[in-house]
């Protein structure tokens, strides 16, 4: 895991690029690679390349980036890892390629050398790379399959610029600095902004699975190498069987994972998908596993401490474990503002920072994760919200002519500001934008992480951004629809029969999951210098997984029913059993407690307000109906609140901690507690 950067100047001018310039931007992300430095530029200086270095194979300086192939015509700065490099080795070395280390990374530029841009289908693993072809003047920018490594780009000038990070582009110079508006009305909506763009202005990002390349001519072209969607095929296998390949395909997926020349370990949650990672891991070594977990000092509702610590005995591994508070989330905030780049607005970032930060402590440099199980085989009670109301209502409701439906809509609304809203299931705040979904025709689900929905966006949003908005799409009104329609169209062009599942599942696939919880555990996990690996998203398990019916994952009102099955035998009963808590933190509660004046100085004293974007008087309303207890809304604030704070400290340059009151909460400091070997 490490961190890349490069330029190509391919009609800029007078090319510009200098080691210095390169090595500038490369050592904002000194956290991705601490452990060595590398920097190429061509004697033309039109093409500079820089690395930073986590190792993790192979750690001597063989290793080092940016390495280039035998006759110097080729160069590459690689992030990640590739688990079948061994295997691909061989082959290599038959057709007389000439390796110089046991890298990963050696083995893609002889893989672009021997089969061009179809070398991408040969790697098994999770990357973002940036490679330099000399003999075609083409620079290739790849990231991985489902979207774990982040790759941004910025193109003007004559000039396209990469990294890993966004802070790094903005070391360039030539980089300026702005919120892109229509991002900011995705954000709102989804808590993670959609690819390819970002909440920076001129700034974007590779969608997952996708390759750019560009060429001397400043050609750009973006092409999609692998998509998870399933040929539209009968599904020939039983539940034993299904059960069966994916407990197989799981245990392998652990077991590559595994490959590292230094100490690794698994966060564990005690739940269903980090047990079932502990117990195959236990299987495979001769020594306990690592296993670490974070818990909160005076909120223990949302603690799964006690869990974790049961499966912790249960397989003997060696246990770690962080307990942290308010203080430690302000603490925390100028690194979180810092190291995300983009706000991403989800409260676990915080725990997750500790827990990693844990993790390095005891020396261990990589961890196990148990992110997209839950998409993949229907784990969220959401889903199972949605389907029920699919199946009953909404597949019947969308099919009446549109008058009628607006009818319904107008009825609808009747009841839910006439009082109805008290018999509704408890946070179904967006009722009144489900029925304006009836109405125009919309999806039912756009995405299982959703903040603020059109109705409510038309209240925090000001009409001059608004206006503008809709100015800029040719008169038609903003919607955060038109994002999941792109993806739909896409998947639907390939698989008409798919279902309502299949349609969530794909969704959460391309944005909540690869946009927002692998961008959680990508840039948290770094910002300690922790490599966090994900079995359940090995492309083999994805494509096996999006050809299950969907009958198989939620079965008799059972979410994650062949998961389950799979595991059953694997994992203990009283794992498989328990109610799904989900990984969490207290932040309504810190909100009305002692937090509550450092967000709201936060978010109205932010320099975002003087640019006339939002309706303060409608957040204020929301912040005084948390506060009365009537309405839950600290994710509607918690989004604001990183969202200003990513402002001042990106587009004005003030940093959280400098523009933030001091809060005085009580002086402990989050608890460490370790207990070596066995437990």
């Given at each position: 895991m490490c961190g890349i950067c490069g330029i190509y100047e391919y009609g800029a001018g007078e090319p510009g690029i200098t080691p210095g310039l390169v090595a500038a931007m490369r050592d904002t992300m000194t956290h991705r690679g601490p452990d060595d430095a590398g920097v190429y530029v061509t004697p033309d200086r039109t093409v500079g390349l820089g690395h930073r270095r986590l190792s993790i194979v192979d750690l001597s300086a063989a290793g080092r980036n940016p390495m280039r192939n035998e006759d110097g015509r080729i160069w590459i700065t690689f992030n990640g890892e590739i688990y079948n490099h061994e295997s691909l080795r061989q082959p290599l070395i038959e057709k007389g390629y000439r390796y110089r280390s046991r890298t990963d990374t050696e083995s893609v530029i002889y893989l672009y050398e021997e089969y061009g841009l179809d070398f991408v289908h040969q790697l098994d693993g999770f990357f973002s790379l940036g490679l330099w072809d000399e003999g075609r003047r083409t620079l290739v920018l790849v990231r991985d399959r489902i979207g774990k490594k982040p790759l941004y780009y910025c193109v003007g000038g004559g000039r396209l610029i990469f990294a890993s990070e966004v802070k790094a582009i903005l070391a360039h110079p030539a980089v300026s600095r702005d919120i892109d508006e229509e991002a900011l009305y995705h954000y709102l909506t989804f808590l993670a902004t959609p690819a390819p763009s970002t909440l920076f202005a001129g700034i974007n990002k590779l969608p997952p699975g996708c390759?750019?390349?560009?060429?001397?001519?400043?050609?750009?072209?973006?092409?999609?190498?692998?998509?998870?969607?399933?040929?539209?095929?009968?599904?020939e296998m039983n539940e034993e069987e299904c059960a069966e390949e994916i407990r197989r395909l799981l245990s392998e997926s652990v077991k590559k994972r595994m490959m590292s020349d230094v100490p690794f370990g698994v966060f564990l949650s005690g739940g269903i998908d980090s047990t079932a990672i502990v117990s195959m891991m236990s299987g495979m070594l001769d020594t306990p596993v690592r296993t670490f977990t974070v818990g909160f000092r005076d909120d223990p509702q949302y603690n799964e401490l006690e869990y974790a610590r049961d499966v912790a005995k249960e397989y003997g591994t060696e246990h770690h474990e962080v307990i942290i508070g308010q203080q430690e989330l302000l603490d925390s905030l100028p690194d979180l503002i810092f190291h995300q780049d983009e706000p991403t607005a989800d409260p676990v970032c915080v725990p997750l920072l500790y827990v990693s930060d844990l993790a390095r402590q005891t020396g261990t440099k990589v961890v196990q994760v148990g992110e997209g199980s839950d998409e993949l085989f229907c784990g969220y009670d959401d889903y199972k919200f949605y389907l029920e109301l699919h199946n009953r209502?909404?597949?019947?409701?969308?099919?009446?002519?549109?008058?009628?439906?607006?009818?319904?809509?107008?009825?609808?609304?009747?009841?839910?500001?006439?009082?109805?809203?008290?018999?509704?299931?408890?946070?179904?705040?967006?009722?009144?934008?489900?029925?304006r979904r009836i109405a125009q025709g919309e999806e039912l689900f756009w995405s299982g992480a959703f903040v603020?929905?059109?109705?409510?966006?038309?209240?925090?949003?000001?009409?001059?951004?608004?206006?503008?908005?809709?100015?800029?799409?040719?008169?038609?009104?903003?919607?955060?629809?038109?994002?999941?329609?792109?993806?739909?169209?896409?998947?639907?062009?390939?698989?008409?029969?798919a279902d309502q599942l299949h349609r969530m599942i794909y969704l959460d696939l391309k944005l909540r999951l690869a946009e927002l919880l692998l961008m959680r555990v990508d840039k948290i996990t770094m910002a300690t210098s922790v490599e966090a690996r994900v079995p359940f998203l090995d492309h083999k398990l994805v494509e096996f997984a999006m050809s299950i019916p969907s009958s198989l994952k939620y079965k008799d009102g059972q979410t994650k029913y062949i998961l389950k099955r799979a595991l059953a035998g694997q994992i203990p009963d009283r794992v498989l059993k328990r109610k799904k808590k989900g990984f969490g933190a207290p932040i309504s509660e810190w909100m009305l407690d002692r937090l509550g004046g450092f967000l709201e100085h936060s978010i109205f004293a932010s320099s975002l307000r003087q640019r006339e974007l939002l309706d303060y008087n409608f957040i204020r309303q929301i912040l005084n109906d948390?506060?009365?207890?009537?309405?839950?809304?600290?994710?509607?604030?918690?989004?604001?609140?990183?969202?200003?704070?990513?402002?001042?400290?990106?587009?004005?340059?003030?940093?959280?901690?400098?523009?933030?009151?001091?809060?005085?909460?009580?002086?402990?400091?989050?608890?460490?507690?370790?207990?070596?070997?066995?437990?």
């Open positions: 390759m750019l390349t560009c060429n001397a001519q400043g050609d750009i072209s973006i092409t999609r190498y692998w998509d998870a969607i399933a040929p539209s095929a009968p599904f209502v909404w597949r019947h409701l969308v099919r009446l002519p549109r008058p009628i439906r607006r009818m319904i809509e107008l009825a609808g609304l009747g009841f839910y500001y006439g009082g109805g809203r008290r018999f509704l299931p408890k946070g179904r705040k967006m009722m009144p934008d489900l029925l603020f929905d059109e109705i409510n966006k038309n209240k925090l949003l000001s009409p001059v951004v608004i206006d503008r908005l809709r100015r800029a799409d040719h008169g038609r009104a903003p919607t955060s629809h038109s994002i999941v329609r792109a993806d739909l169209e896409r998947l639907l062009a390939e698989r008409p029969d948390h506060r009365s207890r009537r309405v839950n809304n600290s994710f509607f604030l918690w989004s604001l609140l990183n969202l200003s704070l990513w402002y001042d400290q990106w587009i004005e340059n003030r940093s959280a901690a400098d523009s933030s009151p001091a809060v005085e909460l009580a002086p402990e400091a989050a608890t460490v507690a370790e207990v070596p070997g066995r437990i």
